[in-house]
């Protein structure tokens, strides 16, 4: 008797916890169909702000410049990091402490610090503010977080298979290719997906970086709180939603159809 | 061996990176960007609406680059640290065109109106302000003021003045805006000092006064105030124009009020930056917004005081009408312009932080 009591509880846990995460989402996906331009009233269903949306070159722009910069910089984050990491890991050398502590400076910088800091440091190389800054900047700031992912994957990896290959003649690159990376590989993909996450997300570094023809997504939507926040961005929010869903499903059912095959 | 070899070319590679990068940049391709066919405009989002902006390209063949920021500050420190560069029109707030006149290094350049030829639209009522008594540097763009928007419904007293949103009656249903000049300057007006009072024992005396309207506060919003005047959550707010025309839009029974003391105006001015790279486009750009029939597409689109005489007879009936809209000269007579408050902005900072803990 008392499971079935503590079992309901569970699921009204659960429950409760997931409408706190998504009911706000749910909000701003129906209320991108709304007929007027309120955020408060709903009064009637139109796609209206989905063609608004596909004429707003402004904001079209300003997507693909936050998907690009965060695609470019989180593939070389990922690189970099990965590599780092397995040298930080593996190898000794001289200051290795304090380099390991280093690396945590991006993460806990305050962002505005870490904005102006960049401006100034572009400015004095007299670089012109656009893509390549902002990717340069993001690049910085998201080398930590698969750093980190990486070498916390790599502290509990196991030498031994490795060792083996080794033993039957496989070069360092070899087992590099077809041993450490695809054992690491969850590790290097979670740690992307943060990266990319924190760069599409960026707000302050952004404002500071770009130029006058690289204005980013999330610039775009805090300056447009001014004036109103049109359903527009609604209707983007929703799209990027149907995309991450999209893009989650179809990697689990790849996933799934791998482990059928084996 | 290798590992040797591998170690100085490692390290080769890497000066060699730092060095090209340190020269290559060095020389900013700053010849030919005064011929480009582009102008940078820097401005809150939607400030300028779209259609302009597409009549502008169409018309003169000129592509404009559209940046935003949320705060002037925010601009401020850009410009600051592009030092006047980069941007060619900037639209921002008068009390910032106060401080950028002020820096050591000013920011910004004196606009050659011999090229304006719609200057002369402008009403004269608007120029010469205090931040600029010559109209040296900026141009106004349009004008914000701050009215009181209330539910004849829910609040059964006659509103006429700031005065009023004292009133017990009023307990925790107003709406105030999240800006600590408007509600400080709400209190120093109720004492009948100017909203940029300095003096320390002046301001404190406006704590005193904020205390007492602290429990009538229930919001603060500076973004989207009409939406709790809207969906009942509040009953009486204080709110810029354009918010206060969306309110009537969401609940038509809404009344508007224009504080018998006068209102906050905030002017907002076209500015061109010291450095900016193509200043012929700025030029042509500030021209073309200030022509009346693009004017009055500023307005319908962004529901603030319009400043151009030329642009009255494209307004359509609707916004003329518009109480939030149209306010007529005297108020401006009567209005108050915000100004940097100095040295005293610590004192205001403070003031606010602990009204709103209360």
């Known amino acids: 008797m008392e499971s079935k009591v503590l079992r309901r509880l569970e699921r009204a846990y659960v429950i409760l916890i997931f409408a706190f995460l998504y009911v706000p989402i749910a909000i701003i996906v129906i209320y991108s169909f709304n007929a007027t331009k309120s955020n408060v009233v709903f009064s009637g269903i139109t796609l209206d702000w989905y063609t608004a949306l596909f004429n707003d070159d402004d904001v079209i722009t300003a997507l693909i410049n936050s998907l690009t910069i965060a695609a470019i910089s989180t593939a070389i984050s990922a690189v970099i990091g990965t590599v780092g990491a397995i040298g930080l890991e593996r190898q000794k050398f001289k200051g290795k402490g304090a380099i390991d502590l280093l690396i945590y400076i991006p993460i806990v910088i305050p962002e505005i610090i870490m904005g102006i800091s960049l401006l100034v440091f572009f400015s004095a190389l007299q670089m012109d503010f656009g893509i390549l800054t902002l990717i340069l900047a993001h690049t910085t700031f998201c080398i930590p977080f698969v750093l980190i992912n990486v070498k916390s994957r790599l502290a509990g990896f196991d030498m031994s298979v490795e060792e083996a290959a080794m033993d039957l003649g496989a070069s360092k690159f070899t087992v590099f290719r077809t041993i450490t990376i695809p054992l690491i590989f969850p590790a290097i993909i979670s740690g992307a997906m943060l990266a990319f996450a924190l760069s599409l997300d960026d707000v302050i570094i952004n404002f500071f970086v770009s130029g006058p023809e690289s204005t980013t997504l999330p610039i775009k939507i805090f300056s447009m709180l001014r004036f109103g926040l049109s359903p527009e961005i609604n209707a983007l929010c929703t799209i990027m939603l149907l995309a991450t869903f999209v893009v989650l499903i179809l990697s689990q059912v790849t996933k799934l159809k791998k482990k059928k095959i084996e | ?358």
């Not at chain 2, 307990?171 to 805006?177: A, F």
């Open chain 2, 1 to 358: 061996m290798l590992k040797k070899k591998f170690k100085v070319l490692s390290v080769v590679l890497a000066v060699s990176i730092a060095a090209f990068s340190l020269a290559g940049c060095g020389k900013s391709s700053s010849e030919n960007k005064s011929t480009e066919k582009v102008v940078n405009l820097f401005t809150w989002a939607n400030y300028v609406p779209d259609n302009v902006i597409k009549d502008f390209e169409k018309k003169t063949g000129i592509k404009v680059n559209y940046s935003n920021f949320a705060t002037n500050e925010e601009m401020l420190a850009k410009l600051q640290a592009v030092k006047g560069g980069e941007y060619d029109v900037i639209i921002c707030a008068d009390y910032m065109v106060q401080i950028m006149g002020k820096q050591k290094q000013v920011l910004i350049q004196p606009i050659d109106k011999s090229a304006i030829p719609n200057y002369k639209n402008i009403d004269k009522a608007y120029l010469g302000q205090y931040f600029d008594k010559t109209n040296k540097y900026s141009v106004p763009y349009s004008l914000g003021s701050e009215m009181i928007v209330y539910n004849p419904d829910k609040v059964k007293k006659d509103i006429k003045g700031i005065n009023d949103l004292w009133d017990t009656s009023l307990k925790g249903s107003e709406v105030l805006l999240d800006d600590p000049r408007s509600v400080i300057g709400m209190a120093l007006t109720k004492l009948g000092y100017s909203i940029n009072e300095t003096d320390p024992a002046k301001l404190a005396q406006a704590k005193e006064e904020l205390t007492k309207l602290r429990p009538n506060v229930k919001v603060f919003d500076a973004d989207t105030p009409h939406t709790s005047l809207i969906n009942g959550d509040t009953s009486i707010g204080v709110m810029w124009g354009s918010q206060a025309s969306a309110a009537i839009k969401g609940n038509p029974k809404l009344k508007i009020v224009y504080p018998q003391d006068g209102m906050q105006f905030e002017e907002d001015n076209l500015i061109v930056p010291v450095k900016a790279p193509h200043e012929k486009n700025a030029e042509t750009l500030i021209n073309f917004l200030l022509d009346g029939k693009e004017s009055s597409k500023v307005t319908t689109s962004i529901e603030y005081i319009n400043v151009n005489t030329a642009a009255k007879k494209y307004m359509p009936q609707e916004l003329l009408n518009n109480k939030a809209v149209y306010v007529p000269q005297e108020e401006l007579k009567k209005g108050k312009h915000l100004e940097d408050a100095g040295s005293a902005s610590k004192e205001f900072d403070s003031i606010w932080s602990e009204f709103k803990q209360q």
